[in-house]
């Protein structure tokens, strides 16, 4: 028992090692790559406001992912996200517009 004892003092922190460093090769190898999922069209200038997260939040503030100045506009208006095969907009907002 001794001998298995004295074998895995060695072999653990030598198996340690290389899944570590397994670990940080493959974080700068294999670096996220940013795929586009929707397209948006400014219909003000035309330009495309292109969707690259599963989620998307829309409103006034700089915190958003898309921000929009329009004044129908809420600070946290909308959230598009993929759910499945679908696209799904939620309203973040308490406002309620005619517009």
């Not at 460093?21 to 190898?29: E, W, Y």
């Not at 989620?55 to 598009?80: M, Q, W």
């Amino acid at each position: 028992m001794s001998f298995i004892v004295s074998i895995m003092r060695y072999i653990a922190p030598i198996t340690a090692l290389i899944v570590i460093g397994a670990s940080v090769i493959s974080l700068f190898r294999n670096r996220p790559r940013v795929h586009k999922l929707a397209r948006l069209i400014d219909t003000r200038g035309g330009e495309p406001i292109e969707i690259d997260h599963w989620e998307t939040s829309i409103g006034k503030s700089k915190s958003n992912d898309i921000v929009l100045d329009y004044p129908a506009i809420a600070r946290f208006h909308a959230v598009i996200a993929k759910k499945r095969r679908d696209w799904v907009i939620t309203n973040t907002s308490n406002r309620t517009s005619n517009r």
